[in-house]
């Protein structure tokens, strides 16, 4: 079986009594989660304010939710705006949504 540039076969579990690689991905090469259009969050942990670098230009939705997956917050926010007020939070770890790109922070 050859995933890659052949033929594909398809086995039964109960069939198959050994399965071997010719080939193990050990590492990636060249991976870059710094560059200028990678969108962060941060401060991680966040007092009061979290902001968000390299936005999106456009007006988006930012959704906040507890680990429960109770939504604790959603806002549209315009180009301009990068930073979002989370005083008011309790203290715990958070998952904001921005863009169907999820982060998570610790709130202290």
């Known amino acids: 079986m050859n995933y890659l540039s052949g033929p594909v076969e398809t086995y039964s579990l109960d069939n198959i009594s050994k399965l071997t690689f010719k080939s193990v991905v050990t590492g990636v090469d060249n991976l870059s989660l710094t560059g200028a259009g990678v969108m962060k969050v941060y401060p991680n942990p966040v007092s009061n304010v979290v902001y968000i670098q390299n936005a999106?230009?456009?007006?988006?939705?930012v959704s906040i939710y507890r680990m429960n997956g109770v939504l604790v917050l959603t806002t549209k926010?315009?180009?301009?705006?990068?930073?979002?007020?989370?005083?008011?939070l309790s203290s715990g770890l958070?998952?904001?949504n921005v863009n169907s790109r999820t982060f998570k922070f610790v709130k202290l």
């Open 56 to 61: 999106p230009e456009t007006d988006f939705t």
């Open 77 to 88: 926010l315009s180009s301009g705006t990068k930073s979002i007020d989370v005083s008011y």
């Open 94 to 96: 958070y998952l904001l």
